[in-house]
């Protein structure tokens, strides 16, 4: 028998869930051999362990059968609905006017170009506000020095004026000049040709044609021009349209080339291709999985930079997609690098079990509703479901401390925030203590709710305030974090601990979890609990030493002050003069005992 994908990742709960739901995910990831077409993975209910891991063996099979089939035929490409010209906006209208009058005011033969995802976007009919200026005989801050100067002529301020230096550890190869006219940032580069050497990613810029910018662009459907002179649209490299209306992700120049000159790229290929929901071009695909590549990734490539794109798919529209991307073109150990020393030792299967995760909290997400969630709140929530198979993983540090890996991640392997993993370890570490207390929440008879912290106390109070003060510790922990640990502890959560409601309700399991969630959100918003993390406590330090006839802190203070916030929880209307009272009662009560 195949062991069980729980115990491989070393998770405490049962996989509930096994999913790419169709609407959110790629649907190449996985398959079902027959129809080649997604296909929901689930541990069946009520199944018994050696059920469930037998079941888990088949899925994970799945993939590596899909690879040996005879290739289907493809389907037709889809037709991106692209408009045959841009419509400018007024206040895009005022603009290039005022750059025009320019050049007209000092009869310069300049043209005028603007680049990139603007062009896209207006192409694809959406609002872009991030206009970039491409011109062809002067550098970009001499050019808004003119601009500058035409409009002082005409009684005009000229706005947030300023030049961004060059930053190649950043991506900014090129000095950028700035200025905002009609409220709006303007950037402005000259036309350039690159050339990049063997062991750097920083290419030698030079002046450039209008076509010779376009081919150095990452992808066809990034290297479109707006001539503002002209009014028209410039397709240089005679295919970033075509690609833009078959739906298609391509490079300029050949795929390979493109990436060993910048392998950031790789990851912005994939960015863009999950954002807009395009296809990948096959060769693009198997540059990307190249071992040269791949190597070049890992060492011509700053961990800032790809933290940053990482950071935009995990925001994105499509994150599922994007990461999905990332591990069929198996660049998933090149971005989540891992640390040596690592207990116990990463399974083959993390990677897939990392992709179950984020698909099923990704689908949850949207089924509960997505504005439920802030975007702070979504995000956190996608990293700790990614990050989830490795929440029991630890390394050694260089002091030779153990420190989990998921803040490895974080800090070594994506430059994040410091703030990232703190918050994501916190999620993971409260899962096993939500999970323990759910069958206290759908249970229809008065159960007593587990300790979940060893800490905890309870005073003499009835079962039901047992609960409220098992799970008010537990969100005091947490925070605003709770409802992204109950998501998850959710997909956890073995299904045939639900209601036996909700069990015969012949439900997808998503909708099963879902309703799950809810469940246990309204009961503890039922509590009075949300927020209860900003609770002050009714009796101070200096007031427990004085009743307690201390003279300075120490356990036992710490002590009652757990007992105090247990009070507290149990009696949400309790005043401070009832708890000190309550406190003198027990403390004097518990002393006669001892005597």
Not at 252 to 270: M, N
Not at 541 to 552: C, D, F, N, P, W
Request: net charge neutral; glycine share 4%.
């Amino acid at each position: 028998m195949r062991p069980n994908l729980n115990s491989l990742i070393n998770l405490h709960s049962p996989l509930r869930l096994l999913v790419f739901s169709p609407k959110f995910s790629s649907a190449s990831f996985f398959c079902n051999p027959a129809v080649a077409s997604p296909i929901a993975l689930r541990s069946a209910t009520k199944s018994s362990v050696g059920t469930r891991a037998a079941t888990t063996s088949r899925l994970l099979l799945c993939r590596c059968t899909c690879t040996t089939m005879a290739t289907a035929p493809p389907p037709p490409e889809a037709v991106v609905p692209v408009r045959d010209k841009i419509e400018l906006t007024e206040v895009e209208r005022k603009i290039f006017d005022r750059l025009l009058a320019t050049l007209r005011h000092f009869n310069f033969s300049t043209e005028l170009r603007v680049a990139g995802g603007w062009v896209r976007d207006k192409l694809l009919g959406k609002e872009c506000y991030d206009i970039d200026i491409a011109i062809d005989n002067m550098s970009g801050s001499d050019f808004v020095d003119k601009v500058k100067e035409y409009l002082e002529s005409v009684n005009e301020v000229a706005q947030g004026v300023g030049v961004i230096a060059r930053n190649p550890d950043q991506s900014k190869h090129l000095e950028t000049a700035r200025m905002r006219l009609f409220d709006q940032w303007i950037d402005f580069v000259n036309l350039r040709s690159e050339d990049y050497s063997e062991n750097s990613r920083i290419p030698t810029m030079k002046f450039g044609t209008a076509e010779e910018d376009a081919y150095r662009r990452d992808l066809t459907i990034n290297s479109l021009f707006y001539n503002i002179n002209k009014s028209s649209v410039e397709d240089l490299t005679g295919r970033g349209i075509a690609d833009l209306k078959s739906g298609r992700i391509v490079t300029p120049l050949p795929p390979k080339e493109t990436f060993l000159d910048d392998p950031l790229r790789v990851l912005r290929a994939i960015r863009f291709g999950a954002r807009f929901e395009f296809k990948i071009d096959e060769d693009l695909k198997e540059a990307a999985r190249c071992e040269e590549v791949k190597n070049a990734l890992a060492a011509k490539i700053s961990k800032e930079r790809v933290g940053t794109e990482i950071e935009l798919m995990i925001s994105g529209n499509q994150p599922v997609k994007a990461m999905s991307y990332i591990t069929d073109l198996t660049l998933y150990p090149i971005v989540f690098c891992l640390p040596p020393n690592r207990q116990p030792e990463v399974s083959d299967g993390c990677q897939t079990q990392s992709m179950v995760y984020l698909d099923a909290a990704w689908s949850l997400i949207h089924s509960i509703g997505y504005t439920s969630f802030t975007d702070q709140q979504r995000r956190l929530a996608l990293y700790s479901a990614l990050f989830l198979p490795y929440r029991n993983m630890t390394y050694k540090d260089a002091k030779g401390k153990r420190m989990p890996v998921v803040n490895y991640i974080f800090r070594d392997s994506l430059k994040q925030k410091a703030s990232d993993p703190d918050l994501v370890i916190k999620v993971h570490q409260s899962i096993d203590k939500f999970t323990t207390l759910i069958p206290s929440f759908t249970s229809k008879e008065e159960t007593m709710p587990p300790e979940v912290d060893q800490e905890m106390e309870f005073a003499d109070v009835p079962t039901t305030s047992k609960l409220r003060i098992s799970t008010g510790f537990l969100l005091r922990e947490v925070k605003d974090l709770w409802r992204i640990a109950l998501l998850l502890s959710t997909m956890l959560h073995p299904s045939d601990l639900a209601s036996s409601s909700m069990e015969d309700n012949g439900k997808p399991e998503l909708d099963k979890m879902k309703d799950l969630f809810k469940v246990v959100e309204a009961a503890i918003l039922e509590l009075g609990l949300d927020n209860v993390w900003d609770m002050k406590p009714l009796i101070n330090g200096k007031e427990i030493m004085s009743v307690l006839q201390l003279k300075s802190g120490g356990p036992l203070v710490k002590e009652w002050q757990q007992k105090i916030l247990s009070w507290q929880l149990a009696h949400p209307t309790g005043t401070a003069d009832e708890c000190l009272e309550w406190m003198k009662e027990t403390h004097c009560s518990k002393r006669a005992k001892t005597e």
